[in-house]
């Protein structure tokens, strides 16, 4: 029996839609279905905005390799649609004597990873680039820069529907069976409106891509079938971060991001497109999904300006205001080693035809382009 649609992909954040495009491009009828009101409603619109470089991830990993790639065919897809991006470079900064191996590190690190362009600096020459900086040694990535990310996915979205695809949006997939035939049958009920008065439809497809992002988990498990023995779906463990803007024109002209620690990047200092700046992501450990500023002390905003002035030391406090907060789909616990990418296919759980995404957290967003292009050649082509 055919199925009503070739591909669906479940996740409509920038992942999402580059797979989908990636797939309808290569001639998958492709549907993608959203659970929120529009697209990019969680992750991918709340974040740092940041193309990166490929620099801080271990040598041979997903996260390396799609980073590096990705940034390439990112900065290749914005010049040729349209999309806003600008290629500030970054000074990753030691701000004291023990930060400094931790540069070397990242550099011998940069370069495993195929990246050849960082420059070592002493605080002087850090200094000339951005005078009100302050540290004693810094690296310079000129691949590192920042795009909009809505226009982004707008033009993605436009990809893909020219190429006769199909976004729903305001849908739950809240069944998933594998038929006799090896045909997906997804159950599905609207998230608008009155879900009591909402009807549950259902359709099937040949291929089954998951990038649920904060979902991914739950979604996998409402799939009726039995998982390779030994294999569960990774567990997803939401971390929230905070972001401060600043009410002023910030004096600098790169990104700056301190030494990092450990699996944090510490709290950085970005500019987006229209050149505000903002600083962040904290991080927080959570158990509920909530986009909320949490604050009600002020010592969250006390903590942002004694970690800015580490090396800024002239941030105005009084022009830093509560931002937005971000969540990322992490699935390691807090204490636990930085897990990789997770893309499971059929080698992996035992299901055929089934892709799913985990923990496609930062450089997410710089490495979808190539996951896109990684999954469409896992699954292959159209039947």
Same mark, same amino acid.
């Given at each position: 029996?055919?199925?009503?649609?070739?591909?669906?992909?479940?996740?409509?954040?920038?992942?999402?839609?580059?797979?989908?495009?990636?797939?309808?491009?290569?001639?998958?009828?492709?549907?993608?279905?959203?659970?929120?009101?529009?697209?990019?409603?969680?992750?991918?619109?709340?974040?740092?905005?940041?193309?990166?470089?490929?620099?801080?991830?271990?040598?041979?990993?997903?996260?390396?390799?799609?980073?590096?790639?990705?940034?390439?065919?990112?900065?290749?897809?914005?010049?040729?649609?349209?999309?806003?991006?600008?290629? @500030?470079?970054?000074?990753?900064?030691?701000?004291?004597?023990?930060?400094?191996?931790?540069?070397?590190?990242?550099?011998?690190?940069?370069?495993?990873?195929?990246?050849?362009?960082?420059?070592?600096?002493?605080?002087?020459?850090?200094?000339?680039?951005?005078?009100? @900086?302050?540290?004693?040694?810094?690296?310079?990535?000129?691949?590192?820069?920042?795009?909009?990310?809505?226009?982004?996915?707008?033009?993605?979205?436009?990809?893909?529907?020219?190429?006769?695809?199909?976004?729903?949006?305001?849908?739950?997939?809240?069944?998933?069976?594998?038929?006799?035939?090896?045909?997906?049958?997804?159950?599905?009920?609207?998230?608008?409106?009155?879900?009591?008065?909402?009807?549950?439809?259902?359709?099937?497809?040949?291929?089954?891509?998951?990038?649920?992002? @904060?979902?991914?988990?739950?979604?996998?498990?409402?799939?009726?079938?039995?998982?390779?023995?030994?294999?569960?779906?990774?567990?997803?463990?939401?971390?929230?971060?905070?972001?401060?803007?600043?009410?002023?024109?910030?004096?600098?002209?790169?990104?700056?991001?301190?030494?990092?620690?450990?699996?944090?990047?510490?709290?950085?200092?970005?500019?987006?497109?229209?050149?505000?700046?903002?600083?962040?992501?904290?991080?927080?450990?959570?158990?509920?999904?909530?986009?909320?500023?949490?604050?009600?002390?002020?010592?969250?905003?006390?903590?942002?300006?004694?970690?800015?002035?580490?090396?800024?030391?002239?941030?105005?406090?009084?022009?830093?205001?509560?931002?937005?907060?971000?969540?990322?789909?992490?699935?390691?616990?807090?204490?636990?080693?930085?897990?990789?990418?997770?893309?499971?296919?059929?080698?992996?759980?035992?299901?055929?035809?089934?892709?799913?995404?985990?923990?496609?957290?930062?450089?997410?967003?710089?490495?979808?382009?190539?996951?896109?292009?990684?999954?469409?050649?896992?699954?292959?082509?159209?039947?």
């Amino acid at each position: 029996m055919s199925p009503d649609i070739e591909t669906i992909v479940v996740g409509a954040g920038v992942v999402g839609l580059a797979i989908a495009r990636e797939m309808a491009m290569r001639g998958h009828q492709t549907l993608l279905i959203e659970r929120n009101e529009r697209i990019g409603a969680e992750t991918s619109s709340r974040n740092s905005e940041v193309i990166h470089a490929g620099i801080y991830y271990p040598p041979g990993s997903v996260r390396a390799k799609m980073c590096v790639k990705g940034r390439d065919m990112l900065y290749a897809f914005a010049a040729e649609n349209g999309v806003n991006v600008n290629r @500030l470079g970054k000074l990753i900064v030691a701000t004291v004597p023990e930060d400094v191996p931790q540069l070397q590190t990242i550099l011998e690190r940069a370069r495993a990873n195929g990246v050849n362009d960082l420059e070592q600096l002493d605080g002087q020459a850090a200094k000339a680039l951005e005078p009100e @900086l302050d540290c004693i040694a810094a690296l310079l990535s000129p691949s590192t820069g920042v795009i909009d990310t809505h226009e982004l996915m707008t033009a993605l979205d436009g990809h893909l529907t020219s190429l006769g695809g199909e976004i729903i949006l305001s849908t739950n997939v809240t069944a998933i069976d594998v038929r006799p035939d090896g045909l997906f049958s997804l159950a599905t009920r609207s998230t608008s409106g009155d879900d009591a008065d909402s009807e549950e439809t259902t359709i099937s497809c040949r291929n089954l891509i998951l990038s649920a992002g @904060l979902g991914a988990t739950q979604l996998a498990k409402r799939i009726n079938a039995s998982w390779r023995e030994g294999y569960a779906p990774p567990q997803v463990y939401p971390a929230k971060g905070h972001y401060f803007t600043l009410s002023q024109r910030a004096p600098f002209s790169h990104l700056i991001y301190p030494a990092p620690s450990g699996a944090w990047l510490g709290i950085h200092l970005t500019l987006d497109i229209a050149g505000q700046a903002k600083f962040g992501p904290d991080l927080q450990w959570i158990d509920t999904i909530d986009y909320s500023i949490d604050d009600p002390d002020g010592k969250r905003k006390e903590t942002f300006i004694r970690e800015v002035r580490r090396y800024w030391p002239d941030l105005p406090a009084d022009k830093l205001d509560p931002g937005y907060t971000g969540i990322r789909p992490k699935i390691y616990a807090q204490g636990e080693p930085a897990a990789d990418f997770a893309i499971h296919g059929p080698e992996t759980h035992g299901i055929e035809n089934l892709i799913a995404l985990y923990g496609i957290e930062s450089p997410g967003l710089t490495s979808s382009p190539a996951i896109a292009e990684h999954v469409a050649n896992l699954v292959g082509k159209p039947s």
